[in-house]
């Protein structure tokens, strides 16, 4: 079983990074395989609207020119999938945002192919506007099927410049939580 992370800050290692490794290292050590997908510094366009992905109903984004096809099949691959985001503007990342306009209309074309996939967010912020995030990933993964675990809080923690999120005990112990969490889910899902 594999946990499949994708950061979509333009900070490669920053906060949301340092977050998600909180997750997956509470998801490692529950025997589950991990890996995180660092969107910063790669090419990542939106949705154009073109809807060839329901004429060609091959799990591809038919705009075939940057790194979402790659995420895509690391979705499918995944039994699980974690989202994470800084806030920008109180909502997600244009890097993320993009990534589910084009991952989410391809799984739309095909039978909402990441159903019954578990997903969570994870988001880090300076002051305000992440539980707007949290709400707006969340709504990817619920028009698709998903199983969304919970934590003890919602999942954030708060830092601005990189490594402040380390100092925000309650941030961190959401993550594990939501790790622990997501680690339970999936093997129920899968058993
Ligand atoms: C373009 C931009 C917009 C931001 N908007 C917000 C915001 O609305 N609310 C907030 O609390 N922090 C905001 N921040 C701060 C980041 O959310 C914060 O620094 C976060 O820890 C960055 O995570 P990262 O290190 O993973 O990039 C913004 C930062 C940038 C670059």
Known sequence: MKVF????????GG????LLNVALEEIRSQGIETELFELSGKKIQGCIACYR??????KRCAVDSDVVNECIEKMLQAEGILLGSPTYFS????????????????????GDMFQRKAGAAVVAVRRAGA?????SINYFFLIGQMIVPGSNYWNLAIGREVGEVMNDPEGLQTM???????AWLIKKINS
């Open 53 to 58: 992905c329901f004429k060609n109903l091959n």
């Open 176 to 182: 594990k939580t939501l790790g622990a969490n997501m």
């Open 131 to 135: 539980t707007h995030v949290l709400s």
């Open 15 to 18: 906060n949301t990074a340092m």
């Open 91 to 110: 909502d997600m990342s244009a890097s993320m945002k993009a990534l589910i306009e084009r991952a989410g209309m391809t799984a739309r074309a095909n």
């Open 5 to 12: 992370a994708i950061n979509g800050s333009a900070r490669k």
